[in-house]
C-alpha cells in the first residue's frame, strides 16, 4: 500500500559501474555515463525514515552489473538530491537535477514529491520519473502526465477495493476503525478502507481521517477507537504514529481481532527494541512479497540486499525497497528501450510495456497505460500482511497475499 539519507562516503566506489563521486553525462549522451536522480529525504523532519533510498538504488544497480544484465556495461552516476522534508524543497530539489544536473531519470521516494508533481508532469514532461506513488498527490494517475512511471503503489485514492473488507471478514471482524493524516494519501486511503469494510458486511466504527502528520498525540484516538467496540483497524500511517497508536491501544486494554498498518514492515523495526514489543500482533502490508516468503523471486532479492546494501538480515526497509524497486524498474524500462535510448525513447518504450513484476516481487505485472487498474498497494488490488511474532515477520496465510476488486460505483471522499 502507501509507504515510508546519504549513505557512508565508501559507498562510491560500488562496483566500477556504480558511481555518485563523479560527474555524469548529459542525459541523452551515449557514451557517457547516465546520470540517475533521486530524490529523497536528507534532512528535515523525515530524515530517518529515508535514511537507506540511496543504499537500495546502488544495490540494485550493483547486483544488475554482476549479473550481466542486457545493459551491464553502461555506467550510471547516481545523484542524491534533497527534499528538506518538504513540498517546496521537493520541488527545488527536482527541478536541480532536471534543469542543472540534467539527470536521464528521476527516482522520487519522498513523501512530499506532490509538491513538484505538477512540475514533473509539465515542465520536465521529457524526463523519466520511476518511484513510489504514496505522496498526497495525483500526478501519478494523471493520463496527460505520460513520463511518471509509479514502481509501487499508485495514487488512485478516489477508488476503494474489496481487499480488506474480505480479509477481515474472514478474521471475524464486524466493525472497522481508521485512522489517517490529513493528507489526501492517507485521509482516501483510511475512507477506501472503510467503504471496503462496508462492503464486506462491517459496520463503521470508529474514524478519525484529519491526524496531523506525523503526530504522536493520540491519546484521543486510542479513547475514540477503545468507545467504538470496533475489533478490526487499519491505520495509513507513518511508524511513529502507528506505534504510538498501538502502545496506547494496549496500554488501554483494547483487543482487536486485527491491527493492519500499511508501513513498518522491514529491518528498521527489528532492530529498534522499543518499538517490538507493541508491534507484536500487528500486521504488516506491502505491495511487494515480504522476503519471509522464500520463494525465488524474493530469497534472490535478500541474498543481493545482504551481498549490495549490506542489509544483515537480508530483510529490507522501506526506503530501501523503494529504492530497489525504482532501480529496477529503470533497468526494465532501458532493456525495452535500449541501452543508449534518448529519455523520449524510454519513455515511448516503457509506456505501453506490461510485463514489468519487480523480478517477480509483484503478483501480476504493473500495467502503465492504466494505473488505476490497482489501488491496494501493486497491481491486481493486492496486497502482502506480514505479523511480527517475537523477532519475525510471520506471513499471514490469510494474506500471503490477499487480493480483490475494484468496487463499481464509488467514489471515496475523506471525512
Known amino acids: ?63 544488475y552489473k554482476d549479473s550481466g544484465g542486457t545493459c551491464a556495461s553502461r555506467r550510471f ?14 520541488l527545488t530539489a527536482t527541478q536541480r537535477l532536471v534543469q542543472q544536473e540534467k539527470a536521464f531519470a528521476v527516482l522520487p521516494a519522498s513523501s512530499f514529491f506532490f509538491g513538484a508533481g505538477q512540475y ?4 520536465a514532461r521529457t524526463t523519466p ?19 511518471l512511471f509509479p514502481a509501487m503503489s499508485n495514487d488512485d485514492w478516489d477508488s476503494a477495493a474489496t481487499t480488506l473488507g474480505d480479509y477481515w471478514k474472514k478474521l471475524g471482524g464486524t466493525k472497522v476503525a481508521v485512522v489517517g493524516y490529513n ?64 502502545t496506547g491501544l494496549h496500554q488501554a486494554g483494547v483487543q482487536l481481532k486485527s491491527v493492519l498498518l500499511a508501513t513498518g514492515y522491514g529491518s528498521e523495526l527489528l532492530d529498534s527494541p522499543p518499538s517490538i514489543e507493541p508491534a507484536q500482533g500487528v500486521g504488516f502490508m506491502t505491495s511487494y512479497a515480504p522476503v519471509e516468503l522464500n520463494t525465488d523471486a524474493t ?8 551481498k549490495y546494501a549490506g542489509a544483515p538480515n537480508g530483510i529490507p526497509s522501506f526506503s530501501q525497497a523503494v529504492g530497489w524497486l525504482s532501480a529496477d524498474l529503470l533497468l526494465h524500462g532501458l532493456e525495452k528501450a535500449g541501452c ?13 510495456d506490461k510485463t514489468w513484476t519487480a523480478g517477480g516481487l509483484f503478483t501480476q505485472p504493473t500495467d502503465f497505460e492504466h494505473p488505476n487498474a490497482y489501488s491496494v498497494g501493486g497491481p491486481g488490488d493486492c496486497t502482502f500482511i506480514t505479523i511480527l511474532r517475537g523477532n519475525t515477520f510471520v506471513p499471514d496465510p490469510n494474506g500471503s497475499p490477499v487480493c480483490g476488486k475494484q468496487i463499481p460505483g464509488v467514489k471515496v471522499t475523506a471525512k
Open 1 to 63: 500500500m502507501r509507504r515510508f539519507g546519504a549513505i557512508a562516503a565508501g559507498l562510491c566506489s560500488v562496483a566500477l559501474l556504480v558511481s555518485a563521486c563523479g560527474g555524469g553525462a548529459g542525459a541523452n549522451d551515449p557514451n557517457g555515463p547516465l546520470k540517475i536522480g533521486v530524490l529523497t529525504s536528507l534532512s528535515g523532519s523525515s530524515v530517518a525514515h529515508w535514511a537507506q533510498t540511496e543504499s537500495g538504488v546502488k544495490a540494485r544497480l550493483a547486483a
Open 77 to 90: 552516476d547516481v545523484v542524491m538530491a534533497d527534499d528538506q522534508s518538504t513540498p517546496q524543497g521537493a
Open 120 to 123: 514533473a508532469g509539465t515542465q
Open 129 to 147: 520519473f520511476l518511484g513510489g506513488a504514496f505522496d498526497a498527490g495525483a500526478q501519478w494517475s494523471n493520463p496527460k502526465f505520460e513520463n
Open 183 to 246: 493528507v489526501p494519501s492517507s485521509s482516501k486511503a483510511a475512507e477506501g478502507a472503510a467503504v471496503s469494510a462496508e462492503h464486506a458486511g462491517l459496520a463503521r466504527g470508529y474514524v478519525n481521517e484529519r491526524l496531523q502528520l506525523g503526530t504522536t498525540d493520540v491519546g484521543a484516538t486510542v479513547l475514540g477507537i477503545k468507545d467504538s467496540g470496533a475489533d478490526v483497524l487499519y491505520a495509513p500511517i507513518n511508524p511513529d504514529t502507528a506505534f504510538a497508536l498501538v
Open 299 to 306: 530469497k534472490a532479492w535478500s541474498a543481493a540486499l545482504q
Open 340 to 352: 543508449t535510448a534518448t529519455q523520449k525513447q524510454f519513455i515511448s518504450a516503457l509506456r505501453p
